[in-house]
């Protein structure tokens, strides 16, 4: 598992680094934006951290330009501790996960953890969340064994959530998903669908959560 660390802060990147080689990563490390477009061209990488705040070249400019490269690389950006805008605008570039500095190295590490699976993992036929198991194939999603009926929207939206549980994903995110099916979505109609998808999953304890002013996640499941 390979990680690039894009951060110009010494002391933050060096601890960072430090974390993730103790748990069995190789890092690399740049100081700038310019550096990071070089090194995410020509490596075999797993996951980006990336701060927004990098000299040369901003974080979310690097997000862009990885993203118009149709690269599906994992991304985890990191904002100051007020930067709820440009938190937004990650995910909105297509950032997998965010987390605001100052922050504890455990909880990034969970973090790398949880996206350098999902890199890895492919993606099973079956997914499994609780009381809910949604086939992607026949794209028909059961509530402790029984069929939920679904309209096509809110079975857009479920595979957008399940496919990142736990991760925040914003309106825009949703529009972005649910549009390419070539219909125009607008931000009020997601909250609608959101709303009635919950209502539908509810009773299986299969929760989705509102953040407010940045977007939905998929709740952590019940232990069964
Ligand atoms: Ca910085």
Redesign the pocket.
Known sequence: MRILIA???PALAGALQHALRDAGYAVDWVTSGLEADSALQDSELDLLIL????PKKSGLEVLKTLRARDSHLPVLILTALDGVNDCVRGLDYGADDYIAKPFELAELQARVRSLTRRGTAGSPTLLKHGALTYDQVGRTARLNGEVVELSAREVGLLEILLRRPGRLISKNQLVDHLCEWGEEVSSNAIEVYVHRLRRKLESGGVRILTVRRLGYTLDRPDPQ
């Open positions: 951060e110009d802060d701060d927004i705040g990098l």
